[in-house]
C-alpha cells in the first residue's frame, strides 16, 4: 500500500469549514484513499473513500486532485465533538475487488476544533 | 444493529502469562480483522480472518496468534507476555471482502506488569 504524508496537527474553529490534507504520491492506479477518524479513546471511525472522483457522504467530501498525488478530506461545519486523530489511508485491491483488510495506518493529524 | 464488541475492556497480566481476547463482529460480517495500538508505533495491524481463514498478517512474532469460529467471531492470543504487549488492542470487522469500510470495536485495554 502507497505510503501517506498528512500534517500532524491543525486548528479549526467551530462553525468553519476543517480542510485535512493528505499526500500520497505514489499511489498506484488500483488504490483507494480511505479516510477515518479516531476520537480520544475510542476505536476508529469509517469517514469516506474514494478513487478519483470527488465524493460526498453526511459526515464530509473528498476531493482527489486528478493526478491523484494528493487529497483533502472537508468537513463542513466543524463542531468541537470533530476533535480527532484523522488518517488518511491508501488500500489497495486485486482485481474483482478483493482486499486482504489490511489498513496501515500513520500518525495521523490531530484535528483541534476551538470555540 | 449491534456494533463490534471485544470482551474484556480491560486486563492486567504479568509478563510471561498468556491472554485470550474476544471480538463479536457486527451480525453478518464476515472479516474480522486485529489491530494493536501503542503510543510509539501507533496503529498496527496484526492479522485478518474471513471464513475462518488467515487472510493476512502483519509484521508480528509468533506469539500472537488468532483464530475465527464459523459464527464470525474470533479470537487472538499472546503468549508469554512482555512489557512491550501493553497497548489498546482492536477489532474491526466487515462485511464482505472488498471495498467495504471496516467498523472497529472499542478496544481492550491490556497492561501487562
Known amino acids: 500500500d502507497a505510503k501517506t504524508t498528512q500534517p500532524p496537527s491543525m486548528d479549526c474553529a467551530e462553525g468553519r469549514a476543517a480542510n485535512l490534507p493528505c499526500n500520497h504520491s505514489?499511489?498506484?492506479?488500483?488504490?483507494?484513499v480511505y479516510w477515518y477518524r479516531q476520537i480520544h479513546s475510542q476505536g476508529p471511525q469509517y469517514i469516506i473513500h474514494?478513487?478519483?472522483n470527488n465524493e460526498t457522504n453526511e459526515m464530509a467530501s473528498l476531493i482527489i486532485t486528478e493526478d491523484r498525488k494528493s487529497s483533502t478530506l472537508i468537513l463542513p461545519h466543524a463542531t468541537l465533538r470533530d476533535t480527532a486523530v484523522y488518517y488518511c489511508?491508501?488500500?489497495?485491491?486485486?482485481?474483482?475487488?478483493?482486499?486482504?483488510?489490511?489498513?496501515?495506518f500513520g500518525q495521523g493529524t490531530i484535528l483541534t476544533v476551538h470555540p | 444493529k449491534a456494533g463490534v464488541t471485544q470482551t474484556p475492556r480491560y486486563l492486567i497480566k504479568t509478563r510471561g502469562q498468556q491472554v485470550t481476547l474476544s471480538c463479536s463482529p457486527i451480525?453478518?460480517?464476515?472479516?474480522v480483522s486485529w489491530y494493536q495500538q501503542t503510543p510509539g508505533q501507533g496503529l498496527q495491524f496484526l492479522f485478518e480472518?474471513?471464513?475462518?481463514?488467515?487472510?493476512n498478517k502483519g509484521n508480528f512474532p509468533g506469539r500472537f496468534s488468532g483464530r475465527q469460529f464459523s459464527n464470525s467471531r474470533s479470537e487472538m492470543n499472546v503468549s508469554t507476555l512482555e512489557l512491550g504487549d501493553s497497548a489498546l488492542y482492536l477489532c474491526?470487522?466487515?462485511?464482505?471482502?472488498?471495498?467495504?469500510?471496516?467498523?472497529f470495536g472499542p478496544g481492550t485495554r491490556l497492561t501487562v506488569l
Open positions: 451480525s453478518g460480517h464476515r472479516s
Open positions: 489511508i491508501v488500500r489497495g485491491f486485486l482485481a474483482g475487488g478483493t482486499s486482504y483488510g489490511k489498513l496501515t
Open positions: 474514494g478513487l478519483k
Open positions: 474491526a470487522s466487515s462485511s464482505l471482502e472488498g471495498y467495504n469500510e471496516q467498523f
Open positions: 505514489t499511489i498506484s492506479g488500483n488504490e483507494y
Open positions: 480472518y474471513f471464513s475462518e481463514t488467515q487472510r
